[in-house]
């Protein structure tokens, strides 16, 4: 190699996500990976979208394979509009709703048309790594505020707002949050609100998990009180019917929705046509809460049984974790006099992978004793023999 | 409204597509629109794509509906790595092949991972709209540099370069570019790589149409000569296999798309499942060169029936345009003393829309004389019928 490739500032410092490197090391078909983030096999509705497609493609081809418009297909538009307003509450004649390429487009957009380098996007700390490493792209400053049982710290929030006037973004996610497993109580989210209009700050609500509780009652949208369209919120279809398909929601007030859409644009024109008319047939034309019912149920079962072997063999070892209501991810605290990083190698080398907590920090440099672990992609028997494990490393280290 | 939201620099003078936006206008039933890109309806391999369809949901749903990796579905990225070595002699042991949504995404990638704002990016004038409005979203410097019957003037491109140390990428469409159907010589294509090796800049070589040659030879891609790794190649399923599925591909030298991939992955984690794994089998169970023959016997009529149109009916009356060997768009010149955006009005309200040359320009205030008309989406009745009135209007206002 000749060329100095002279990058951008933006990507100077961009290193690739850690997690999905854990994950490829933790393809390996001995390995019992509690590492991934991926839906169940038997989540799909296989049958159902091959229905569909194959109706799709005979009936109408041209739509599922011509150019489609920026903001989405107008049929999914409206249908997700009705049914966030029906089921959460959600959207008012000032907001617009486009179809993304996945949520994870939505961070991309968001950070894109507010902030400039150098500008603060206030995070949860622990928070999902897949958004942070967005937000870095954009050369953006993260902060971190604590996680508590029941969401952010608010003291912590309001300081690092007052300290920081150009914060522009706070990044949430108010339900069953990836990786703490923690759901924000009514109060806190009222709170974050509050603060956030105070300080001319926007909330991205990140909600990819909603629809998965398994436990207790649901808890509004912090979107659904937002009067003054200071909330962009972010729906996905990953969870709920495929990640492999590409598929997600955003809803903002228009004013700051239309750049919004020139930079979906400007990315990649428009979302799969077949991903997007699958998902509206899904939605309109089958029972889709029976199958949201048929995967809780299949969930439920899972992350019981998940807590039922951390209670077991885990936690009497001296390793804590917090009870969760829905999602994927449960968050373990190990004694801060036990070196996470080593735990979680030693794991690796009995052949189970976790992901290691600092993964989800604004600096993966700091001080952190927790680890992730997920249940819905481990089979029932590769979920039990992985915690047996996690219990007996404990044990040896800890006592 | 309250909500006095803080954007940020790079999206602050956004505008929408306009080309998008006049489309959006030429929907209407009873208009002729020469002003879309998109593939004839008779373009796609329908029949293929219902099969392979079936078969992958039937034999392999998971890997369908699953998340992949950033890179892209390994089959396809190998298939795609033969492919361009056998046919365009493109790739070596320093290069790197990804999948993208689609080819509008490498324009994203590359002016983030190279793009500070403010820096230069050089294009052909006129250029693709679509690409221009994506690099303008990082807050870009556009500096277009006048396309010639044989390509970019390349003494323009020198003096541009040598006056702008930052300019830090050149954009290019080659083969049958878009908007002006202009062929680049092999001659210029070689000026051009040492141009910008010279002035250590790279090239953005964007090559949607290179398949679609109806008549003449093959020039050799600008990347079939990258001994350096300053050429970005960007390659489409859209005008080949459907825009709908949102696919394409980029290869880049490795050092350089280690960053690119992080970008990628920060957008939209991956792309369609469906659309990778429908694209492999179609290049390797099916013939696919066949299909591209196919293509451009459909094309070769069309784009022969406009010519001679546009011989027949409007030439004589004082416009001029340039004969095409590929692609899908003929460029039209009005005469320096007539209005074109006046021209390009009346024809609006005589029901025929193309799209007003200006568009494509750095600065679409700059004077232009010039529209663009396509000719795969029409049928062949609204095509003749749409450019009889091209001619009558021309008479009416030129003689």
């Not at 509009?81 to 994870?104: F, R, T």
């Not at 979906?264 to 939605?283: A, F, I, P, Y």
Request: hydrophobic share 40%; aromatic share 8%.
């Amino acid at each position: 190699m000749k060329m100095d490739y002279r990058f951008s500032d933006k990507v100077l410092a961009l290193k690739p996500n850690a997690i999905r490197e854990i994950l490829k090391s933790a393809s390996d078909p001995g390995v019992i990976s509690l590492s991934a983030g991926n839906p169940a096999p038997d989540a799909f509705p296989t049958d159902a979208i091959r229905e569909i497609s194959e109706r799709l493609l005979r009936e109408n081809p041209i739509g599922v394979l011509q150019y489609g418009v920026s903001e989405g297909y107008q049929p999914l538009r409206d249908t997700l509009k009705s049914y966030l307003k029906e089921k959460h509450n959600i959207g008012s004649d000032d907001d617009e709703l486009i179809i993304v390429s996945g949520a994870q487009q939505v961070m991309d957009i968001a950070a894109k048309t507010f902030l400039n380098e150098h500008d603060v996007l206030v995070c949860e700390a622990p928070s999902f790594v897949g958004a942070l490493n967005t937000f870095r792209s954009y050369n953006t400053e993260l902060i971190g505020v604590t996680v508590e049982p029941d969401g952010m710290n608010m003291e912590e929030l309001e300081k690092v707002l007052d300290e920081n006037p150009n914060a522009k973004l706070i990044y949430t996610i108010p339900n069953f949050q990836n990786p703490s497993g923690v759901t924000m109580s009514l109060e806190k989210r009222k709170k974050l609100y509050e603060l956030a209009l105070a300080h001319n700050c926007l909330i991205i609500e990140d909600n990819p998990y909603g629809d998965l509780r398994y436990y207790g009652e649901d808890v509004p949208a912090i979107k659904s009180f937002d009067t003054e369209g200071i909330v962009i919120y972010s729906g996905s279809f990953s969870k709920v019917v495929s990640p492999g398909i590409r598929a997600g929601y955003m809803m903002a007030n228009k004013a700051a929705m239309a750049k919004m859409i020139i930079c979906k644009q400007g990315q990649d024109v428009h979302t799969t046509m077949w991903s997007q008319m699958l998902c509206n047939e899904l939605m309109t034309k089958y029972d889709f809460e029976k199958h949201l019912d048929y995967l809780r149920a299949l969930y439920t079962k899972k992350a019981a049984l998940c807590m039922d072997l951390l209670d077991k063999y885990v936690v009497p070892h001296g390793i804590h974790y917090n009870k969760i209501e829905g999602g994927l991810f449960i968050w373990c605290d190990l004694p801060e006099d036990v070196d996470m990083l080593d735990f979680c190698k030693k794991l690796t080398e009995r052949k189970v992978c976790v992901v290691p907590g600092n993964a989800f920090l604004t600096d993966s440099a700091m001080e952190c004793h927790s680890f992730r672990i997920n249940f819905s992609t481990p089979t029932d028997e590769q979920l039990t023999q992985g915690i047996i494990e996690i219990g007996k490393l404990a044990e040896e280290i800890i006592g």
